[in-house]
């Protein structure tokens, strides 16, 4: 079955720094990638739509100049969180679409902790 | 707009007992219906899926069927294991104007006591 891994699965970083989390779909092309945002005991929240070779179109209330996302390949999308701060501390999943099937393989996740 | 509701957890139920979780939807057009699990500390997984009305979608003794005169997707299990204590999200994916969307419910907690 199809694959989606994230990189790294967990982090600590300091108030005013940036992170950068990795996806990628080990066994198949995704054009398109989506950005998602849990907090303890909630649903996902959708951050984001990353497309392959253009600009992510993020949703209202996401700060794209906060949020970077980038998807530079067929198989790989970032989300930079920059200057993070301690309300930034989430569960952020990505998931790739099969165009084929409209499904979506999620990575497992990334825990950020913001101190 | 679209949208999917599915019952409050959470949901405590002894071994082998029968599962129902309801989910309902709102869609303007014909989407596709999925369950997915989660486990604690871990992404989402794909559970079970239906594409069109009267499919019925199954994995794992899991099993939710497309209803689309009472727009549910309802999902059932005739008998559960301790190792099915996770979160299970109903969601819906539709393309959408300049794109595709999938929009999830709230989540539904399941603890199933030895």
């Known amino acids: 079955g199809a694959v989606v891994s994230q990189h790294p699965s967990w982090v600590i970083c300091k108030s005013g720094t940036s992170v950068k989390i990795e996806c990628r779909s080990l066994d198949f092309q995704a054009t398109t990638m989506f950005w998602y945002r849990q907090f303890p005991k909630q649903s996902l929240m959708l951050m984001a739509t990353?497309?392959?070779?253009?600009?992510?179109?993020?949703e209202q209330g996401v700060e794209k100049d906060k949020f970077l996302i980038n998807h530079a390949s067929l198989t790989l999308s970032t989300l930079t969180v920059t200057s993070a701060h301690p309300e930034d501390s989430s569960f952020y999943i990505c998931?790739?679409?099969?165009?084929?099937?409209?499904?979506?393989?999620f990575g497992p996740g990334t825990r950020l902790t913001v101190t | 707009g679209d949208s999917v509701t599915q019952m409050e957890g959470p949901v405590t139920l002894s071994e082998e007992a029968f599962l129902t979780i309801n989910c309902t939807y709102t869609a303007t057009g014909y989407p596709s219906l999925f369950w997915y699990v989660q486990y604690p500390g871990e992404g989402l997984q794909l559970l079970l899926k239906?594409?069109?009305?009267?499919d019925k979608g199954s994995n794992k003794g899991f099993e939710a069927t497309y209803r689309k005169e009472t727009t549910s997707f309802h999902l059932e299990k005739g008998s559960v294991q301790v190792s099915d204590s996770a979160v299970y999200f109903c969601?819906?994916?539709?393309?959408?104007?300049?794109?595709?969307?999938?929009?999830f419910g709230a989540g539904t907690r399941l603890f199933v006591k030895a």
């Open positions: 239906a594409t069109k009305a009267d």
């Open positions: 969601a819906l994916s539709a393309p959408n104007t300049g794109g595709f969307k999938t929009i």
């Open positions: 990353s497309n392959e070779g253009s600009k992510a179109t993020y």
């Open positions: 998931s790739a679409l099969l165009r084929s099937s409209y499904e979506q393989y």
